[in-house]
């Protein structure tokens, strides 16, 4: 069983940054692709940023050229650098994974991030 595990989360205030970490029990390298998800309260789960297995990224909208994902595969870790933040970004962020061939499916339990303005 693959287990993800996110840090990093906490309060700031908005213009700030933070970086998230997701750390994976196996080689992320196994993996055909890691995302970043958020939840707001009474909001449903959206899809942040996403980087495949070869390094390619894609991101949301409402936080491109704000947000950078990246992963250590040595580290087997994926970050999330998160600056300029906003009182909308506050959240729960999860972190994804799905695992090369299979296609399984795994998440991380969630860390909460809060911007206060």
């Known amino acids: 069983q693959v287990q993800l595990v996110e840090s990093g989360g906490g309060e700031v205030q908005a213009g700030g940054s933070l970086r998230l970490s997701c750390a994976a029990s196996r080689n992320i390298f196994s993996f055909n692709a890691v995302d970043w998800y958020r939840q707001a309260p009474g909001k449903q789960r959206e899809l942040v940023a996403t980087?495949?297995?070869?390094?390619?990224?894609n991101y949301a909208d409402s936080v491109k050229g704000r947000f950078t994902i990246s992963k250590d595969n040595a580290k087997n870790t994926v970050y999330l650098q998160m600056n300029t933040l906003k009182p909308e970004d506050t959240a729960v962020y999860y972190c994804?994974?799905?695992?090369w061939g299979r296609g399984d499916v795994y998440w991380g339990q969630g860390t909460q991030v809060t911007v206060s303005s």
């Open positions: 980087i495949t297995r070869s390094g390619s990224t």
């Open positions: 994804r994974a799905t695992s």
